[in-house]
């Protein structure tokens, strides 16, 4: 079963504008990571941020969690076609070690 | 380093039959997990491996066994095919095993076996 659900399911936009995709999840969590997958290939890790954490840089990516609203968001900024890809939440809770994913946000960044 | 590697990377299979798919993780982890990854279904978990025992199992019929190697390298097998089990068969590997602590079950992907089932 799905723990963390992405929304958008989709989203289309023009390079040089910023994405933003969400996940919410249903019960607490250790900590929140966000991977990429390009299509029909195997997913990247991104970013890991902690239940203890609000938000996290990498490069043009910036997470946001807020486990009070059980949500996290990515934000991915000045956009390029190389990101047109399917981006994960993945969430870590309990007594659980074992991440479980979401259903993806696909990104259509046009050149 | 090498990445993880997973073969074969397409195969296609008629009902009934069985099939075996390879993954080798990056060198010095000792966690192999394996994910089935459908339009339908997303991303859901198979099972995880971690110094050849088999530590947790997902909500999969018998048909999917797996087993790991002194080396870390990973098979899983799937028996008795049915058309369902067409789907991108993904490996992913961690160095200290999910279990490892804040960090640790970062996952590292391979680039997937692609398994059609005719």
């Known amino acids: 079963s799905q723990q963390g659900e992405e929304d958008p399911q989709a989203l289309s936009i023009q390079e040089g504008e910023n994405a933003t995709m969400n996940c919410s999840y249903k019960?607490?969590?250790?900590?929140l990571q966000w991977y990429r997958q390009n299509s029909g290939r195997g997913l990247v890790h991104l970013i890991l941020?902690?239940?203890?954490?609000r938000e996290k840089h990498s490069g043009r990516l910036r997470v946001t969690l807020d486990t009070s609203k059980k949500s996290s968001s990515l934000l991915i900024t000045a956009s390029r076609a190389a990101d047109t890809a399917s981006y994960f939440c993945?969430?870590?809770?309990?007594?659980?070690?074992?991440?479980?994913f979401g259903r993806g946000t696909s990104l259509i960044v046009h050149p | 380093k090498a990445g993880v590697t997973q073969t074969p990377r397409y195969l296609i299979k008629t009902r009934g039959q069985q099939v075996t798919l390879s993954c080798s993780p990056i060198?010095?982890?000792?966690?192999v997990s394996w994910y089935q990854q459908t339009p339908g279904q997303g991303l859901q978990f198979l099972f995880e491996y971690f110094s050849e025992t088999q530590r947790n199992k997902g909500n999969f019929p018998g048909r999917f066994s797996g087993r790991q190697f002194s080396n870390s390298r990973s098979e899983m097998n799937v028996s008795t095919l049915e058309l369902g089990d067409s789907a991108l068969y993904l490996c992913?590997?961690?160095?200290?095993?999910?279990?490892?602590?804040?960090?640790?079950?970062?996952?590292?992907f391979g680039a997937g076996s692609r398994l059609t089932v005719l």
């Open positions: 993945a969430t870590l809770s309990g007594g659980s070690y074992i991440p479980t």
């Open positions: 992913a590997s961690s160095p200290l095993g999910l279990a490892g602590g804040a960090g640790a079950n970062v996952l590292t």
């Open positions: 060198s010095g982890h000792r966690s």
């Open positions: 941020i902690r239940s203890n954490e």
């Open positions: 019960t607490s969590i250790n900590n």
